[in-house]
C-alpha cells in the first residue's frame, strides 16, 4: 500500500502568497510514499502576528513524527514556543505591532498518521479531515457538520502558560484504509463548504481540483459566488495506491 500526496494552498482574495497563515506539511506533496507517512496542515489566526509561522512550526512537527499524540504535542511545545518567540525576537516593528506581537501567535493543527493499513489523526481546533470510501464521505473529523464551525475555535498559544489548557482540547480519531480510500485534510472555510455541500446531497469531493492553479481558479468561482468565507485554504488529498 503506497500513499500519493497532493498539497495546494491559496491565500484570501486581496492578499499576497506570502500572506498566507495556512500551513501544510510536507507542503510539495510528492509522489507516492511508504511505509509510514505523517502529514498535517495547521491554520495560523488571521488576527495574530506571524501567525503563519506558527503554523509552519506546528505542521512541520506532526510532519516529521515529533508529535504523534496529546502527550507528544504538549511535550513539544516548549521548544516549539521556543522556536516562534526567537524568530520574532528583534524585529523591527510599529509600535501598534509591537503591542500586538505581546499577545503571541495562534493556529489550529490536523495531523494524520498513515500505517499498515490504517489512519490515526490528532485535532485542536477546526482544521479537518474526511475519508473517502467507494464514492462516499465515510468520515469526518472533528467536525460532522457545516454548523459546528464557529468564530472561535480553540487555538494553539505560543505562550507556554496556555499549555495548561491544551490537552482536554485534543481531538484523536482512527480507522483503516483500504486501496481506492482518500483521506481529504482541509482548513476550516474549505472544510465547512465541503460539509455543506455534502448536506445538501453533493458529492463536493468530485469538484476538487488536481493543480494549484485549478485549486486557485476553483477558490476564485467559490468565493465571487459567495459559497466559501474569504480565507487561506489548503487542501491535501491522500490517495491510497495499491
Given amino acids: 500500500m503506497r500513499i500519493r500526496i497532493e498539497a495546494f494552498s491559496v491565500q484570501k482574495d486581496g492578499n ?51 508529535v504523534r499524540d496529546a502527550r507528544g504535542l504538549l511535550a513539544a511545545l516548549p521548544g516549539l514556543q521556543a522556536r516562534w518567540h526567537q524568530h520574532v525576537a528583534g524585529k523591527s516593528l510599529p509600535w501598534y505591532a509591537e503591542e500586538k506581537l505581546r499577545d503571541g501567535a495562534f493556529a489550529t493543527l490536523l495531523g494524520v ?68 480510500d482518500t483521506l481529504l485534510l482541509m482548513t476550516d472555510a474549505l472544510a465547512c463548504w465541503f460539509l455543506a455541500e455534502h448536506e445538501r446531497g453533493r458529492a463536493p469531493w468530485a469538484e476538487l481540483p488536481g493543480s494549484l492553479e485549478a485549486f486557485s481558479t476553483f477558490l476564485g468561482r467559490l468565493r465571487r459566488e459567495k459559497v466559501i468565507r474569504n480565507d487561506d485554504c489548503t487542501l491535501m488529498r491522500l490517495s491510497v495506491e495499491a
Avoid at 118 to 130: I, M, P, Y
Avoid at 147 to 175: C, D, I, Y
Fill in 16 to 66: 499576497a502568497p506570502a500572506e498566507n497563515e495556512d500551513a501544510c506539511a510536507p507542503a510539495d506533496g510528492g509522489g507516492p510514499r511508504e511505509p509510514v507517512l505523517h502529514a498535517a496542515v495547521a491554520d495560523g489566526a488571521t488576527e495574530s502576528l506571524f501567525s503563519g509561522h506558527w503554523a509552519r512550526l506546528l505542521a512541520g512537527a506532526f510532519a516529521s513524527g515529533e
Fill in 113 to 180: 498518521r498513515v500505517d499498515a493499513g490504517t489512519w490515526s489523526a490528532l485535532a485542536v481546533g477546526d482544521s479537518c479531515l474526511f475519508q473517502l470510501r467507494e464514492g462516499r464521505l465515510s468520515r469526518s473529523f472533528p467536525l460532522e457538520q457545516s454548523a459546528a464551525f464557529g468564530a472561535s475555535p480553540f487555538l494553539l498559544s505560543t505562550h507556554v502558560h496556555q499549555n495548561a489548557r491544551v490537552e482536554p482540547q485534543v481531538r484523536t480519531a482512527a480507522g483503516d484504509l483500504r486501496e481506492g
